[in-house]
């Protein structure tokens, strides 16, 4: 223990007690509806099936959106809940009601079969996923159910979605074992054998072969002799499947990008960069960014924060596209979204916004550019204390940029939320980037009133755009997810509007997902940036206010909503690793069948099935506290870093390896040694680690032993040298871009990438 920290902490001067986090609130099911789902259950005990099945209708009619607890089969952690729509629980209801009462069931399929039929047929010939998701979401309990899930499977694989077809599949089967009512069809008497048989080809396309091989040898042990049409022939279904697979290992690698298009690679949070790079000893350019300080933030007062240094903040991700390097910065009171060539570092474009209302004697632009380049950034002027820093990313979709602009305040304290004007409010910003970076028809977008906030960058496909929206109402923090319509067109400024007419664009929909308390308790200015994940036209929102949820991008029904157990801000306790509070950039990161977690107001990180919300494993408390950043996965193992580099196991959340090997943990205890310093990144078989001296590189497997795992370093790239410190970084486009904070250092190779290490050739990195 450093004798440094003897007697009160600073930070205990800063806070008096410690901040105890409420759980979160959901919209749940509201009295009188659950009192006809009692209802239900004394209408079956009396066989009054009619009555049974008109109450549990009833509430779906009436109260589809609220959400409902689901009884879990097996133990959870304590502070975890599943919740689903109580459109979803009733038809589970109905669901269960095959072994319960069957009566009821064939009365209910009496009254829904013949609409439900008609969906399917609809759908079916005319390939219509949303007639085939009303049969599933509306009447899945109907004699169509199983047919739909299967049609929305085969949808789901020819799009190159294998995690959502497998959930499809899986739910065709019978639920063996369970005494909980579960998503699964009842009664479905399509061949189990054909769908275990898809359940393996999807493996394989997937590329999982390990999982592919167990499915197949389940399928050989229950069914040796099923026959059937599978990949395209006819034949055993197992050897069929063996064959593919045993061809599959021969197959191309997916191909991949050399752009690096948005935070962690892909709106799936889980990029892994093209190739490796073998860096030149000088940078092939530099360009200065605007140094960030956080000597007024809370959450860092008094303590060492996570993988950065407070008087030089890691706040920017770039992203990489097509020749060009896109930044967002704040500086001299203006909001710039620049473009750089990636190969000489020149300007191609920028796009400047003014951050305040105009100000008397403002030096005109001319003066400004005379000053040379953006040094200092004054996003947290103004602000006495505040809760979180400023972040900086972007998203490209196609030809189109959008990033948040303006204000990087999301929450005003109590006592001036009524005081900000439109420019002390943060903006959605979408450019053209054919047009030099001209603003897209509709843009920016602003927020309708000071209640409402745009948090982080949006995530966008073709033809929608998709933001989490923060709302103050009665002290509480609302988290909503918003989609707007693409293209917009200008809606046109009314005659006479002033300065602050709001432009609030073409809302599709907007869905309130959870509400709680923050660390900040309204009493001082709050700075979040939470980002959405996009994936197979599901989204998904970490909140980092209790609750991680799914939302269909379509229509913004809510999938299901988990609730986590939240962390006391300040606890007081020395022995506590308190890390998690310093995580703002932690969007779900979507792998396989998971959805991985790592909420600032939790000290754990967890792993939710992506289909259905289930909890499937979670680290201990306090266990990789540190972690900041999820970098992505590989193999078995998620790959994740802090003040530490970990590797965590996929399947059960255990850590398998801690890199450098860990010292006690906690505010009272020195940092390790090498201490990482900023955001790393998955790029060919490797991953590379930013320290302070040097780039780490290891490779993403670890190497398994007799007892347990351990780290395979592959080189070091020392930064001094160089005349670099770590920062974040993406590789793309055969360059290695470093931000620090203060001066962006890009890379590219003298030499071809050096051939992968044997392991006999491994060297353990020892920088610093």
Known sequence: ???????????????????????????????????????????????????????????????????????????????????????????????????????????????????????????????????????????????????????????????????????????????????????????????????????????????????????????????????????????????????????????????????????????????????????????????????????????????????????????????????????????????????????????????????????????????????????????????????????????????????????????????????PTLKEQGWIMGLDLRTQGKPLDGFPLQPESTSWSFEGTPVADDSHLYVAMRRIEQGRCQMHVACFDLPTTPLGVPAGADENYRNIGRMKWRTKLCSGTTPGAGDIDEISHVLLSLDSGMLYCNTNLGAVAAVSADDGRIAWVVKYPRAAFRSGDPDRNEGHFFRDLNPCLIAGDHVVVAPSDCDRIFALRRGSGRLAWTTAPGSAADVQHLLGCSGSSLICSGDYLYWLDMQTGAVQVQYPAAVAEGPMFAAPSPRGLGRGILAGDHVYWPTRENILVFHQTPRKTGVGYVSRGVKEIPLFPRGAVGGNLVIAEGKLFLATGDKLFVFGEMNPPKAAVDEKDEVEPNGK
């Open 1 to 419: 223990m450093l004798g440094g920290f003897a007697g009160t902490p600073a930070w205990a001067q800063v806070f008096e007690r410690p901040s105890m986090l409420s759980p979160a609130d959901v919209d749940l099911l509201d009295s009188a509806a659950a009192t006809h789902l009692e209802s239900a259950k004394k209408f079956l005990a009396e066989k009054q099936w009619e009555e049974a099945v008109d109450a549990i209708r009833r509430v779906m009619e009436a109260d589809a959106g609220r959400m409902v607890k689901v009884p879990e089969d097996r133990r959870v952690p304590d502070g975890f809940e599943r919740l689903i729509p109580a459109r979803e629980f009733c038809q589970w209801r109905l669901s269960a009601l095959a072994a319960e009462a069957p009566e009821a069931l064939a009365h209910y399929r009496k009254l829904v079969d013949p609409l439900a039929e008609k969906w399917l047929a609809e759908g079916t010939a005319k390939r219509d996923e949303r007639l085939l998701k009303q049969v599933t979401q509306q009447a899945m309990a109907s004699s169509s159910g199983d047919e739909a899930l299967l049609r929305l499977a085969d949808i789901s694989q020819e799009r190159g979605e294998f995690a959502m077809s497998r959930y499809f599949l899986e739910r065709i089967l019978p639920d063996a074992g369970t005494k909980t009512l579960t998503a699964a069809y009842p009664d479905s008497d399509l061949p189990a054998a054909e769908i275990r048989a898809r359940l393996v080809l999807v493996s394989i396309l997937e590329g999982s072969s390990e999982r592919a091989a167990e499915e197949l040898a389940q399928l050989k042990e229950q069914f040796p002799d099923a026959t059937g049409r599978i990949a395209g022939k006819a034949g055993n279904l197992v050897d069929t499947l063996a064959a593919l697979l045993a061809q599959s290992s021969s197959w191309p690698a997916p191909k991949s990008t050399d752009d690096w298009p948005t935070f962690n690679g892909n709106q799936a949070r889980s990029g892994i960069a093209k190739g490796d790079v073998d860096i030149a000893g000088q940078p092939l350019w530099t360009f200065a960014l605007p140094r960030l300080h956080s000597d007024r933030e809370w959450i860092g007062a008094g303590r060492l924060r996570i993988a950065e240094d407070m008087k030089s903040l890691l706040s920017y991700h770039l992203a990489v596209h097509s020749g060009q390097v896109l930044l967002r910065l704040d500086a001299r009171g203006n909001s710039y979204i620049t473009s750089l060539r990636s190969t000489t570092g020149e300007v191609v474009w920028q796009v400047e916004e003014s951050r305040h209302p105009p100000l008397k004697a403002e030096p005109d632009k001319e003066e400004q550019q005379a000053k040379g380049p953006l040094e200092v950034s004054d996003a947290h002027d103004g602000l006495k204390r505040h809760l979180g820093v400023a972040r900086y990313t972007v998203t490209i979709q196609g030809h189109k940029l959008f990033t948040r602009i303006v204000s990087p305040v999301t929450s005003y304290s109590v006592h001036r939320r009524d005081e």
